[in-house]
């Protein structure tokens, strides 16, 4: 790349409206720093795009110079998709716009915007999108893969509330895509993940919810976790729609409403939220404070914005991160079993077990209505390895490879394509199920040459 002389450069910097950064300048290195610290990367040149030409250009910028080319949304994948060695990325972080039509429920949300700016302007409404549990998540990436969050139950996924996108594709050429528009790219980019285009802005159909809603955690010890997870599972059978139970296994963190001898054991935490009113939710969720010893509970009602960050203090940037995921259509006895083995030997305070809820609305459209096929699918659950010194990482990637290898017969074998590594390739199939093909069929149309291939690449020659 220093043999693209300064001219070329010069040139591409001139064609820009957003800053293009190199090794050197002032904020290189905070542009390629994603949420996963084990990613460790040095792209040639970052296009911090302030709008949808400078993507156009940058697109076509990497191909007539043959650069591998990236691109950023929120940077939060794990396998750390959103950069390149020598190559573009395309940074869309400075392209977070939201903007809300509450008469039409639509919001159009730039490919940059992360869920916290989505949250923000489509709550002075009174409306929302099921989107993620993390208010620093990109919406591009999250929703590219399939999107899912406490809403989802209620409202389906992400994919399920895309109505419509503008897209660059290979060719430089800007396209709008929608049910009547471009039928098979707008199929493909609801599940599809990057591998067609960057997505300069998406329209999402708007639901009412909040401002304020129902949630908390309710906190029992691991020491009671058999019973307590068999017993989550029955539950979660007869839960309505409008309400989700998630379950986390982990050390205790310090939060407020537990005792401090509490601190630093090992829980259940059954993480509740609804968007009904609390007494709405109370006799759903009564039955469950019986089922161990409760050590702490804090369930009430909050600002919807406030639960969507209330676990981002657990998930900031920085910390070096390894994660194993399996779905369920339904989780065994052995499988519980298994979950609070391993669980019991968590290698670092950071590192946690989720059992994410989804099925409801979630699982109502046809597994290949979208590209995202799961429909069958109950749990997402993550092994979430955690820690922050790098002497840790054989021991805590370790930990997470034998538990995922553990569970594996018990679970669906599916796995959600945004929770894989990037070691993962071998798993793609496994992420698309009977969509494959069909991905493949309008890889092959829209990218033919891969040029989008920092993703789980559906390479159009497979
Ligand atoms: C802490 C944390 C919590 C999470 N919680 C949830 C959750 O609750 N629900 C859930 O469903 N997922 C969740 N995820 C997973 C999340 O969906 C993925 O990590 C997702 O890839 C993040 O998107 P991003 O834009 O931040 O990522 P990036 O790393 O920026 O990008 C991810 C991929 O998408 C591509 N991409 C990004 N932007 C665009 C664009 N505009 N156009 C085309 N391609 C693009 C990138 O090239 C890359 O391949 C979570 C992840 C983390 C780290």
């Known amino acids: 790349m220093t043999t693209m002389n300064s001219e070329v450069v010069a040139g591409f910097r001139a064609a820009l409206r957003g800053p293009v950064l190199q090794p050197g300048d002032p904020d290189y290195d905070a542009a390629r720093t994603v949420w996963n610290a084990m990613i460790e990367r040095r792209p040639a040149l970052v296009a911090r795009c302030a709008g949808t030409a400078d993507v156009m250009a940058a697109v076509t910028f990497a191909r007539r110079h043959g650069l591998p080319l990236a691109v950023r949304g929120g940077g939060h994948n794990i396998a750390g998709n959103a950069l390149c060695d020598d190559g573009l990325v395309i940074d869309l972080s400075g392209m977070r716009g939201v903007h809300v039509d509450p008469d039409a429920r639509l919001a159009w949300v730039d490919g940059g915007a992360l869920l916290s700016d989505v949250d923000h302007e489509t709550q002075a409404f009174g409306l929302a999108v099921p989107l993620g549990i993390n208010s620093t998540t990109g919406v591009a990436g999250l929703t590219l893969g399939g999107g899912f969050g406490w809403l989802s139950r209620m409202f389906g996924l992400a994919v399920d509330n895309l109505v419509g996108a503008e897209v660059v594709t290979a060719d430089g050429v800007r396209r709008h895509v929608g049910p009547d528009a471009e039928p098979a790219l707008f199929w493909a980019l609801r599940g599809g993940g990057g591998n067609f285009g960057v997505v300069t802005r998406f329209a999402f159909a708007l639901h009412p919810a909040g401002p304020d809603v129902t949630a908390g955690l309710v906190v029992f010890a691991q020491a009671d976790g058999r019973e307590v997870l068999r017993r989550y599972r029955d539950l979660v059978d007869t839960l309505p729609d409008e309400v989700s139970v998630w379950a986390v296994l982990r050390k205790a963190p310090p939060l407020p409403f537990l005792p401090a001898d509490v601190h630093g054991s090992d829980i259940v935490a059954l993480a509740v939220f609804s968007p009904l009113a609390?007494?709405?939710?109370?006799p759903v969720i009564a039955p469950l404070r019986g089922f161990g010893r409760v050590l702490g509970e804090h369930v009430g009602a909050m600002p919807y914005t406030a639960w969507q960050k209330i676990f981002d203090p657990l998930l900031a940037p920085g910390a070096r991160n390894y994660w194993k995921s399996h779905n369920f259509k339904r989780l065994s006895d052995d499988a519980l079993d298994v979950v609070l083995r391993f669980a019991a030997a968590v290698p670092g305070p950071q590192c946690e077990i989720f059992l994410g809820l989804i099925g409801g609305r979630a699982n109502v459209p046809a597994p290949d209505a979208t590209a995202y096929p799961h429909r069958d699918i109950l749990h997402a659950m993550n092994v979430h390895g955690r820690w922050l010194d790098a002497a840790d990482d054989a021991r805590c990637i370790g930990w997470a490879r034998d538990f995922f290898a553990a569970a594996a017969a018990h679970a669906a074998g599916s796995v959600y394509i945004n929770f894989m590594t990037q070691e993962e390739g071998?798993?793609?199939?496994?992420?698309?199920?009977?969509?494959?093909?069909?991905?493949?069929?309008?890889?092959?149309?829209?990218?033919?040459?891969?040029?989008?291939?920092?993703?789980?690449?559906?390479?159009?020659?497979?």
């Open 426 to 462: 071998g798993r793609i199939r496994e992420a698309y199920g009977g969509n494959y093909a069909r991905l493949v069929q309008v890889k092959r149309q829209y990218d033919p040459e891969n040029v989008f291939r920092f993703n789980h690449n559906i390479a159009s020659d497979s």
């Open 278 to 282: 609390p007494q709405a939710v109370e």
